[in-house]
């Protein structure tokens, strides 16, 4: 059985990972202006990061009456245009979210399972490297209520 994507994979040029073009991606997404997509890529680029390399690149367009300009044009991670997709607003983002809710359910029901050790050591690498986020973000949330509750402090002793 062959699947029919809306959008392709081209191999990277550091790492031979398949990427996914930002604009294809968004063609892929229903974007009235596939360059709307590099916004929401920016803003998040942490989090993109957070799954590996943020690949870019400079590309010349060619704008209105000839002239020529540099754009950052995003090649990402399937990883990451999963999060994009998620992130996208579109019906077709939310559709394919969906299915990956549907696929990620079905692989914490044992449903699938990984096809060879090393996939099962990637699986297991996804689920540390959430866990230290997790943890990181507690502890980010903790200092911020030390913080809070300080201030509150220094607020009480100054009105007594």
């Keep these: 059985m062959t699947t029919s994507h809306a959008f392709e994979a081209s191999p990277s040029l550091v790492l031979r990972e398949p990427t ?15 360059t709307t997509i590099r ?27 000839g002239a020529q300009r540099l754009v950052t044009e995003y090649h990402l991670t399937n990883a990451q245009a999963a999060f994009i997709i998620a992130k996208a607003g579109t019906k077709r983002g939310d559709s394919l979210a969906i299915a990956i809710a549907e696929i990620f359910a079905m692989v914490l029901d044992t449903k699938l399972v ?7 050591a990637e699986l297991e690498a996804i689920s540390g490297r959430e866990l230290e986020r997790r943890l990181a973000i507690q502890e980010e949330e903790r200092e911020a209520r030390s913080d809070a509750f300080r201030l509150l402090g220094r607020g009480r002793a100054r009105r007594r």
Excluded: C, F, T
């Design 20 to 34: 996914v073009q930002d604009l294809a991606l968004a063609n892929a997404l229903g974007y009235e202006r596939p």
């Design 114 to 120: 990984p096809a060879n050790g090393a996939a099962l």
């Design 39 to 65: 916004k929401l890529i920016k803003r998040h680029a942490a989090s993109l990061e957070a799954m590996g390399s943020l690949r870019h690149r400079g590309a010349m367009i060619v704008a209105g009456k």
